[in-house]
């Protein structure tokens, strides 16, 4: 409350990683898993959240007829920034919830956990949970979670990585 910008950004409940390791065991699904690259540039800062930063040294630059030194205004988000992780997140889930509640897609997020999403498709189940940029994904039809990935991959650069370690967890 007396903070600004908020910083909060969820993060997976270590039950909720069981349980999606339990149903890919007990249901046999497939399992995809994937990193978003540079995922927390990809969120535009608000008006009022933009910073003012100097130039890097020996690159500064000056006003042409006062010599008053020029700054930058940084529009997007940063590494380093304290809510980088909430509005990457917050951009990801609005996307989420927008693009795969069409075209016979279905997307809900979880009650009890809400980095955990499940979509539906043609009568199939495919559940994502999502580590912030890291995402880790189970589907009873393979083609639907390769879907899940292009148009995540088509919308923010994206990289698939073995499903057998996640996060510096070996499973």
């Not at 898993?33 to 540039?41: C, E, F, G, L, M």
């Not at 980088?84 to 009890?112: I, P, V």
């Amino acid at each position: 409350i007396h903070y600004e910008p908020n910083t909060f950004a969820a993060t997976p409940t270590m039950t909720s990683t069981r349980i999606l390791m339990a149903m890919v065991i007990l249901l046999d699904l497939h399992q995809k898993s994937w990193d978003i690259q540079k995922a927390y540039v990809w969120s535009e800062l608000k008006e009022d959240e933009r910073l003012i930063i100097r130039y890097p040294k020996g690159l500064e630059r000056h006003h042409p007829q006062t010599g008053e030194e020029l700054f930058m205004v940084l529009h997007r988000s940063l590494y380093g920034l304290p809510s980088a992780g909430r509005q990457f997140t917050q951009k990801r889930d609005t996307f989420m919830l927008t693009e795969f509640n069409k075209n016979g897609w279905e997307c809900k997020r979880c009650t009890m956990d809400p980095c955990m999403f499940h979509f539906t498709k043609e009568g199939k189940r495919t559940w994502v949970l999502c580590y912030v940029d890291d995402l880790d994904g189970a589907s009873e039809c393979k083609e639907h979670l390769e879907e899940i990935y292009q148009t995540m991959n088509k919308a923010w650069a994206c990289k698939e990585v073995p499903s057998t370690f996640m996060l510096g967890i070996k499973r």
